[in-house]
C-alpha cells in the first residue's frame, strides 16, 4: 500500500494550490486521512483530519478558513485546497492514513514541497 502526494510548487503570497493524496493498495473508505506538514528547522505538525466518509472534519488555528480538506473516496484520493497562502505556509506537505477497522495500518506518503514567496 502506498499514499502519493503531488501538486506542489511555488506560488505567490496569496496565492492557491490543490494538493493531491492518492492511495492504492488499501481500503481507502476504511481510513481516516490527514494531512500534516514540515518545515525547514521544525517538527512535523499536523493540518487537517477528514474523517472516513468526510462527515467530521477539523483543521489547526494556523489553517482554519483558507485550507479545506475533502476527499473522494471513488478515486481513492484525498485533496488539500490551500488558499491565501502566506510565507509561512511553507514546507513539505504529507498525507496520512490510518485504518480505522485494523488500527496497526497506518501509512505517510512521500511529502510535496510547498513554496510560498514573492
Known amino acids: 500500500a502506498q499514499l502519493v502526494e503531488s501538486g506542489g510548487g511555488m506560488v505567490q503570497p496569496g496565492g492557491s494550490l490543490r494538493l493531491s493524496c492518492a492511495a492504492s493498495?488499501?481500503?481507502?473508505?476504511?481510513?481516516?486521512m490527514s494531512w500534516y506538514r514540515q518545515a525547514p528547522g521544525k517538527e512535523r505538525e499536523w493540518v487537517a483530519r477528514?474523517?472516513?466518509?468526510?462527515?467530521?472534519?477539523n483543521y489547526a488555528d494556523s489553517v482554519k478558513g483558507r485550507f479545506t480538506i475533502s476527499r473522494d473516496n471513488a478515486k481513492n484520493t484525498v485533496y488539500l485546497q490551500m488558499n491565501s497562502l502566506k510565507p509561512e505556509d511553507t514546507a513539505v506537505y504529507y498525507c496520512?492514513?490510518?485504518?480505522?477497522?485494523?488500527?496497526?495500518?497506518?501509512?505517510w506518503g512521500q511529502g510535496t514541497q510547498v513554496t510560498v514567496s514573492s
Open positions: 496520512y492514513g490510518n485504518d480505522q477497522v485494523f488500527t496497526k495500518f497506518e501509512y
Open positions: 493498495g488499501l481500503t481507502f473508505s476504511r481510513y481516516v
Open positions: 477528514i474523517t472516513t466518509f468526510g462527515d467530521r472534519i
